[in-house]
Nanobody, 121 residues
Framework: QVQLVESGGGLVQPGGSLRLSCASS????????MGWYRQAPGKQRELVAF???????NYADSVKGRFTISRDNAKNTVYLQMNSLRPEDTAVYYC???????????????WGQGTQVTVSS
């Protein structure tokens, strides 16, 4: 089973920025498709962004233009740069591996422990 460790969360004011990191134990990380999810209290977990093993990216409408997903295969790490943060971005953020089918991302059941992001003044 792949081990995923998220970091970089914290408390930030509205309009601020954070960069989340997710380190993977996958030996063939460069072949992995990676996603960032978030779950706010009382809400379902939602896909925020994903990046394919070829480097293609996709974003939820709610974060498009504000968040950027990237990867460093040499470090087995995927990142989520979050700018112009809003209170509604408050959630626990998780990274994940998954498969692609017809342009859609389907998560495997490998999840990290998550990292808390709180946007508040």
């Amino acid at each position: 089973q792949v081990q995923l460790v998220e970091s970089g969360g914290g408390l930030v004011q509205p309009g601020g920025s954070l960069r989340l990191s997710c380190a993977s134990s996958e030996t063939m990380f460069s072949d992995s498709n990676m996603g960032w999810y978030r779950q706010a209290p009382g809400k379902q977990r939602e896909l925020v962004a994903f990046i394919t093993n070829g480097g293609s990216t996709n974003y939820a409408d709610s974060v498009k233009g504000r968040f950027t997903i990237s990867r460093d295969n040499a470090k087995n790490t995927v990142y989520l740069q979050m700018n112009s943060l809003r209170p509604e971005d408050t959630a626990v953020y998780y990274c994940n591996t998954g498969r692609m089918s017809s342009g859609r991302y389907y998560p495997y059941d490998d999840w990290g422990q998550g990292t808390q992001v709180t946007v508040s003044s």
